[in-house]
């Protein structure tokens, strides 16, 4: 039953858009500053630096609102900043940058052209260094071993490597939160700690997206606002943080079970889905947003997460707290690659994510169920528990 669950989510993912990934590469100046490059001999993007052979350029240079900078032996022999000449001196477009038989060309767009005029000089070295990436028999960039924890709340996340991965789903049992009575905002009277089960991504390394469930407050019949946060709710944050609307039929209670799905539908667009876990689902909620880094030809990462939340507290060490979450299972995880129809559902085995339990792992209580579909039963605790 499980399987056929999940199946009938993804009859809704068909629609889910191609998103290829080149090699990651990197720009080194001469003066140490580095910056990634986006991809070779396509189009370029919005803030973005792309390499170009010589062949490619002179056929089909970039538009105008760049700078273009000719390199050979590692050297920058030319370079043409013609967005400053057309758009900050109000000059007629001086054109491509001149170049010979040999070397590449560099061209930057947005904060990546800042970049380039502030790092790359006439006459120093400049080094582009291939990044060499571990794949498996699948052609699957792996996982990193282990990522540094992002200081300010306790969660278990489990994140793929950078890929061509186009999405992510799963089915999951929401779990049961409690607050610790002695954490309480003096003011409003409120706990300092909350909860989310969510998924979400990254583009680039620097473009994050959480989208999934939040414990939120609910209004009763009459309109009356909860006192407390006491039920699971959508939400999904980009540079901003969006709710789904405080309606019933787009919110659910602990030990429900609920499919949760994010992908890609178009170039810097993503999907959020959150349904219940049933052939026939009774709630529902699907909202489209812009996701701006999550552009073609930008390796992705993505990821499911548990978390205990602290306010105010992103960046920080985590406050002692007496709150958590438990009986949360996640009952089976896909990850999408590829696009539309062609998309392959693979499962989120143990082979496929890096393992995160932060601030450490005494807080984090994880029961695999059926590893080879990212199955689990994961207990977060402020207090530790091992």
């Not at 003096?186 to 300092?192: H, I, T």
């Not at 909860?226 to 405080?246: G, I, L, M, V, Y």
């Not at 306010?311 to 709150?323: I, M, R, S």
């Not at 807080?363 to 528990?385: C, L, M, R, S, W």
Request: with cysteine; hydrophobic share 40%; charged share 25%.
């Amino acid at each position: 039953m499980r399987t056929k669950l999940i199946y009938l989510l993804f009859l809704v993912l068909l629609s889910a858009a191609s998103a290829n990934s080149q090699g990651v590469a990197e720009v080194v100046a001469a003066n140490g500053q580095k910056h990634a490059v986006a991809g070779k001999d396509r189009t370029r993007g919005d803030n973005e630096i792309v390499v170009y052979t010589l062949d490619r350029y002179r056929k089909d240079p970039p538009f105008k609102n760049g700078v273009d900078v000719y390199v050979v032996g590692g050297k920058v022999e030319a370079i043409q900043d013609r967005a400053g000449a057309v758009y900050i001196q109000n000059k007629p477009d001086p054109g491509p940058v001149a170049s010979g038989k040999d070397g590449v060309v560099l061209s930057a767009n947005g904060e990546a052209r800042k970049w380039v005029v502030a790092n790359i000089k006439v006459g120093e070295a400049v080094a582009i260094n291939e990044t060499i990436t571990a794949k498996n028999a699948a052609g699957e960039v792996i996982p990193a071993a282990s990522i540094p924890c992002f200081a300010g709340a306790y969660y278990r996340k489990a994140v793929t490597s950078f890929d061509t991965w186009t999405g992510i789903a799963g089915i999951v049992k929401l779990g049961t939160p409690k607050f610790d009575e002695q954490r309480l905002d003096p003011a409003k009277k409120q706990p300092l700690d909350n909860f989310s089960v969510y998924m979400g991504g990254n583009a680039g390394g620097n473009y994050e997206v959480d989208a999934g469930l939040t414990w939120a407050f609910t209004t009763d019949a009459s309109g009356k606002l909860s006192e407390r946060r006491n039920a699971w709710r959508p939400f999904w944050r980009t540079k901003t943080w969006n709710n789904a609307p405080n309606h019933a039929e787009y919110t659910w209670y602990p030990g429900e079970t609920v499919q949760i799905a994010v992908y890609l539908v178009a170039p810097k667009k993503l999907r959020l889905i959150v349904a219940d876990a049933n052939p026939r689902p009774k709630k529902m909620f699907q909202v489209d947003f812009d996701a701006d880094g999550f552009a073609p030809n930008v390796a992705r990462q993505f990821k499911r997460v548990n978390a205990i939340d602290q306010f105010g507290n992103e960046g920080k060490p985590v406050q002692p707290t007496k709150a958590e979450v438990t009986g949360a299972e996640w009952l089976q995880t896909i990850l999408l690659r590829g696009a539309g129809s062609e998309a392959k559902q693979i499962p989120m085995d143990r082979a496929r994510f890096t393992d995160m339990r932060c601030s450490d792992r005494s807080h984090i209580v994880v029961t695999e169920t059926n590893p080879a579909k990212g199955a689990e039963k994961v207990d977060i605790y402020g207090a530790q528990k091992k």
